[in-house]
T-cell receptor, first 116, second 113 residues
Framework: GAVVSQHPSRVICKSGTSVKIECRSL??????MFWYRQFPKKSLMLMATSNEGSKATYEQGVEKDKFLINHASLTLSTLTVTSAHPEDSSFYIC????????????FGQGTRLTVV | GNSVTQMEGPVTLSEEAFLTINCTYTATGYPSLFWYVQYPGEGLQLLLKATKADDKGSNKGFEATYRKETTSFHLEKGSVQVSDSAVYFCALKINQAGTALIFGKGTTLSVSS
């Protein structure tokens, strides 16, 4: 299958700082990328959907000013957690698809964010 | 709304035991159904999928049948191995361009030798 690379795999940051997570599709063009957050013993919760060249669509309850998503090219989307707080500590996962009706979504390895 | 409910874990089995992980869904429209697996320290991998009623998805000895009448997509394997130890996620996708997968909470499977 296609490869989606997510970086970094782990990051520790201080409260109040910002952290950027990158999601790259390595061998296909991803017109649509999705960002999920995974809580312990809970499901993957969709945070936002981004389409290349347009603003991301955020799910209800997700603060768009806190979780900045940029999808500037067909192979790269970034999630920036701004002014991070300990409650933002979580596992963040991206997925990418070519955007068609029945196309498969491929997942990155995930990023473990710890805010201290 | 659209949602997926799967059995709570963890599921602990001995090698060669039979595995069933239940999954039911609620959806507006006609979804595609998936099982993903997450091995320790890795990302999600597609295990199998089914796109219409009565379809059976299968891979690596795992199988699941899309049952519209019971809105279910239960995962089964006849003889599990230690290497099957992982977290399994049931998911659905509404068949429209650009829609995201909706996941269940995940079920942890632990297989001992």
């Amino acid at each position: 299958g296609a490869v989606v690379s997510q970086h970094p795999s782990r990051v520790i940051c201080k409260s109040g700082t910002s952290v950027k997570i990158e999601c790259r599709s390595l061998d296909f063009q991803a017109t649509t990328m999705f960002w999920y957050r995974q809580f312990p013993k809970k499901s993957l919760m969709l945070m936002a959907t981004s389409n290349e060249g347009s603003k991301a669509t955020y799910e209800q309850g997700v603060e768009k000013d806190k979780f900045l998503i940029n999808h500037a090219s067909l192979t790269l989307s970034t999630l920036t957690v701004t002014s991070a707080h300990p409650e933002d500590s979580s596992f963040y996962i991206c997925s990418a698809s070519q955007g068609g009706r029945d196309t498969e979504a491929f997942f990155g390895q995930g990023t473990r964010l710890t805010v201290v | 709304g659209n949602s997926v409910t799967q059995m709570e874990g963890p599921v602990t089995l001995s090698e060669e035991a039979f595995l069933t992980i239940n999954c039911t869904y609620t959806a507006t429209g006609y979804p595609s159904l998936f099982w993903y697996v997450q091995y320790p320290g890795e990302g999600l991998q597609l295990l199998l999928k089914a796109t219409k009623a009565d379809d059976k998805g299968s891979n690596k000895g795992f199988e699941a049948t899309y049952r519209k009448e019971t809105t279910s997509f239960h995962l089964e394997k006849g003889s599990v191995q230690v290497s099957d130890s992982a977290v399994y996620f049931c998911a659905l996708k509404i068949n429209q361009a650009g829609t995201a997968l909706i996941f269940g909470k995940g079920t942890t499977l632990s297989v001992s030798s």
